[in-house]
């Protein structure tokens, strides 16, 4: 094969270790397009074409995530990954940790990582690369990968649900959450939310918000069921999509521009956590992106004039 068809080969499994290392879709995209830059550049082609660009795609996303660290400090309220509406790398052998790498928790949790143990957990516990590689891939001895190791699934597992519904039982509470929404359904959200639910959302001050979240069971349905009529009234629409790889939904206006998305995390049969992605920087990958602050003037508006 020429060289891009071994890139074009290899280019979903470089955008997935990039994309987990940095939870940011547009820099894990740059990081891909840098690594075939060096690639075309490289004067000898490499033994083994998947451990050079592997390990290229991680030095780099390594660098880029040591300064959008800072960045992520600085940011306004609540930093949530740029969602995945899908992993363009299938392994069947290790569909488990390829799915349960890419949720939101589980990327966020990585974000309590320094950058080289999230790469070398990336690298090791969801990819499978072994530790001669991984060592490679960051610089260090393969002792000391072993040891950042065992350091980052020490803080992966202590952060996890103990629990985790299985696909089909995911998929069916979602699917009974998003009717109860569709018809403003209080007492039927209420039933599928845990008491100590959580709605979040990450706008980076570019987006309506509701303030730095709402809490509990009651409040979490009452404003759901708020939302949702005056939305369908001027024309928005609800759809449900799988975002990094768990239930979730794509909100619409009238135009079919993206105003945000939705993901779910779920645990014992209820909904934990709802997350909302509502800065339009982290939305412009999924195609044209509303102007949030106006749908959401409109239906207040279409809420107003039916009371």
């Not at 957990?121 to 002792?143: K, M, N, T």
């Amino acid at each position: 094969m020429t060289r891009a068809e071994e890139f074009l080969e290899l280019r979903p499994l470089l955008f997935s270790i990039a994309y987990r290392i940095l939870g940011s879709v547009s820099e894990a995209e740059d990081a891909v397009q840098e690594t075939w830059l060096r690639y075309e550049a490289s004067p000898t082609r490499p033994a083994s074409t998947k451990a050079f660009l592997s390990a290229t795609v991680s030095r780099i996303a390594i660098d880029v995530l040591r300064s959008a660290r800072v960045r992520r400090e600085e940011y306004a309220g609540q930093w949530f990954p740029e969602p995945l509406l899908a992993d363009p790398y299938e392994d069947p052998e290790r569909s488990a940790e390829l799915a349960d790498s890419v949720s939101m928790a589980a990327l966020l949790l990585l974000e309590r990582l320094s950058p080289l143990e999230r790469a070398v957990f990336v690298l090791r516990e969801v990819f499978g690369f072994g530790f001669g590689e991984v060592a490679s891939a960051v610089g260090r001895s393969e002792a000391a990968c072993r040891q950042l190791a065992v350091r980052a699934r020490r803080h992966m597992d202590a952060g996890r649900a103990r629990f985790e519904a299985d696909r089909r039982e995911r998929a069916e509470l979602a699917e009974r959450f998003f009717d109860a929404f569709r018809e403003g359904d209080v007492d039927g959200l209420r039933k599928l939310l845990a008491a100590d639910v959580q709605m979040i959302g990450d706008s980076g001050g570019k987006g309506p918000l509701w303030g730095k979240g709402v809490f509990g069971a009651a409040n979490v349905a009452r404003t759901l069921a708020a939302i949702v009529a005056p939305f369908a009234r001027i024309g928005g629409v609800v759809e449900p999509h799988e975002v990094n790889g768990r239930p979730g939904a794509i909100f619409r206006d009238r135009d079919g521009n993206v105003v945000n998305i939705l993901a779910l995390d779920t645990l014992d049969g209820q909904i934990q956590t709802i997350r909302a992605v509502l800065n339009p920087d982290k939305l412009r990958h999924l195609g044209p992106v509303a102007d949030a602050w106006a749908v959401v003037r409109e239906a207040n508006q279409a809420r107003r004039s039916t009371n």
